[in-house]
Structure formats: C-alpha cells, structure tokens
C-alpha cells in the first residue's frame, strides 16, 4: 500500500475509532470469554467504515481543499492520487463492510450503517448547516460507544453517553476555532462555507460549555448509584483530575500555540496528553478490575 493510500484512508485518524472499547472496559467485560475479540473486530470495521468516509470527502471536497493551506496536500486535492484510484478504493471498502456486517449482531450492524449514512449525510450536506455539523460530529461519536455495548451485547452508562457527546462536540467546536485562525491569520477567504457563520467569540463560548459539560458528566457518572454497585468501589472519582487536566490542556494547545486543526496528531504527539491518557487507562483499569 503506498504512502498516498495510507493518506487518503487516514490511518492515524482510526485513533478515534478506540471509543468502540469504552463499553468493553466500562462493563468490567474486558476478560469475559471473546468480548475482547469481538469487541477488535467491531473497532476495524469502524476503522474501514472512516476510511469509506474519508475518501468520499475527498472526493467531494477536492476543489476547497486546493484552496486550503494545508489540506491542498492531501492525495487527491494534490493530485497524487487519481479519481479513478479513489473510486476503486470506495468499492473495495464498500465490499469489504458488506461481506463482513452479516457476521455481526444486528443492532451492532444497524448501528455502523447507521455511522456510515450519518457520515455521508455530513459529506454531502451537513457540514454546510451551523451548529447542526459539530453536532453531527458528536453523533458519530456516541455512536461509536453504542456499537461497542452492542457488540458484546452489554448496557452503557446514559452519562458515559453524554460524556461522549461533549467530548466530541468540545473536539469539533475546538477544530472550528483553529479552522477560524487559519482564515484569519492567512487572509485566504473562507475555504469551508459553515465557517461564514461562525466567529471566534461564539466558538469560544461553545467550546467552555462543551468542556464544562465532559467534566461534570463524567463526575457524575464516577459517583452515580449505578456506578458504585457495579464497581463496588468509589474511587473512580479519582480519575476525574486526568480528564480535567487534558480538557484544560487540549484548550491550551489550541489557544496559545495553534495546534487545534489536527485532533489526532495532538493526541499522538504531545507528551503531557500522551502521559495523561496513559495514566488515565492504567489507573481507571486497576480501580474496575481490582478495585484499588
């Protein structure tokens, strides 16, 4: 597979496909016969189901992409890879999802054609829509997190399910917010038409009350009755201060050193994130499984 390819799927963006293991770790599921299994499956077919969608972006966007200071390099806008090649591709991922959902439970199926046509619908129409495109986003993650309870067949916190959706909705309000600098800063025009209606102030606004909203439902949700009994423990409130200093680190990278248009190379490439997320996983693991 060329470098090219691997662009035009967006292999690093499959980091954002691991929300399909929330509710594997969540459910105290994680050593529970094939769930783990099951659960890796479901992640890949997330991950080809993204691809699909990143390459019919392209494919509709490659006009405003060559207009855009960055993303005129991508494999298509640049011309490194042909239409006909990204079609073939298209067809290939198309097959691939087909032939493997079958194998699946219904609901977990009902749910990724569900993410797809989401995703195509954003494509083609939603993204042009204020407000309505980051809430689009957010949807794509919550359901992520529902196709990983469904797969192993287990319920999900309705608060890790908010917690989910104002994650997203922060990420994707937060990406406008560096979208609006570039503009700014380059004086290129508007490259995407729903950036005309958004300012800077109002992204800011959004993007405090998306974060306020991750912190106090995933408070809530470490101290809810339901949580207590399943983990017969109250020390999950503990892992409260990681998801508060990576909120709190994340607006740091974006305000002050301009680093918000890429989400995934953020979370990949700066250390205290990566040392945060790291810390979070380990200590959340130990107090579910071994009630430390």
């Given at each position: ?12 963006q499959w ?7 929330v509710p594997?770790?969540?459910?105290k599921h ?8 099951y659960?890796l499956?479901?992640f890949?077919i ?11 972006n392209?494919l509709i966007d490659?006009?405003a ?5 960055f993303k005129?390099?991508?494999p ?6 042909s239409?006909s090649t990204?079609?073939i591709?298209?067809?290939i991922?198309?097959?691939?999802i087909?032939a493997t959902l079958?194998f699946?439970?219904?609901?977990f ?6 993410f797809i046509?989401l995703?195509?619908?954003?494509s ?5 829509l204020v ?9 794509g993650?919550?359901l992520?997190v ?5 797969i ?9 399910i908010?917690?989910t ?9 937060m990406?406008?917010h560096?979208?609006l ?9 508007v490259t995407?038409?729903?950036l005309s209606q958004?300012?800077?102030?109002f992204?800011d ?12 439902c995933?408070?809530l949700?470490t101290?809810a009755d339901r949580?207590?009994?399943?983990f017969?423990t109250?020390?999950l409130?503990y ?5 508060v200093?990576g909120?709190f680190?994340?607006m ?11 989400t ?8 205290p ?8 996983i380990?200590?959340t693991f130990n ?6």
């Amino acid at each position: 597979m060329s470098i090219e390819i691997i662009k035009l799927i967006r292999l690093p963006q499959w980091i954002k496909n691991l929300f399909v293991f929330v509710p594997i770790l969540f459910s105290k599921h994680l050593f529970v016969n094939y769930d783990f299994l099951y659960t890796l499956y479901g992640f890949f077919i997330l991950c080809f189901s993204s691809s699909l969608i990143y390459v019919i972006n392209d494919l509709i966007d490659i006009e405003a992409d060559r207009a855009h200071p960055f993303k005129k390099n991508r494999p298509l806008a640049s011309g490194k890879v042909s239409k006909s090649t990204a079609f073939i591709l298209v067809a290939i991922l198309v097959i691939t999802i087909a032939a493997t959902l079958p194998f699946f439970d219904l609901k977990f199926a009902v749910t990724v054609l569900l993410f797809i046509s989401l995703n195509v619908l954003y494509s083609f129409f939603l993204k042009h829509l204020v407000i309505l495109d980051i809430f689009s986003i957010a949807a794509g993650f919550s359901l992520r997190v529902l196709a990983g309870a469904f797969i192993i067949n287990v319920e999900i916190s309705s608060w890790l399910i908010l917690t989910t959706m104002f994650i997203s909705l922060f990420l994707g309000v937060m990406k406008r917010h560096s979208e609006l600098n570039l503009v700014t800063e380059n004086s290129s025009g508007v490259t995407r038409k729903v950036l005309s209606q958004y300012s800077i102030n109002f992204a800011d606004q959004i993007s405090t009350i998306a974060a306020a909203g991750v912190i106090i439902c995933y408070a809530l949700y470490t101290v809810a009755d339901r949580t207590i009994l399943i983990f017969e423990t109250e020390h999950l409130i503990y892992t409260t201060p990681f998801v508060v200093f990576g909120i709190f680190r994340y607006m740091y990278l974006v305000y002050l050193k301009d680093e918000g248009e890429n989400t995934t190379k953020i979370m990949l490439s700066d250390l205290p994130m990566i040392i945060t997320v790291l810390l979070y996983i380990i200590i959340t693991f130990n107090i579910i499984y071994f009630k430390l």
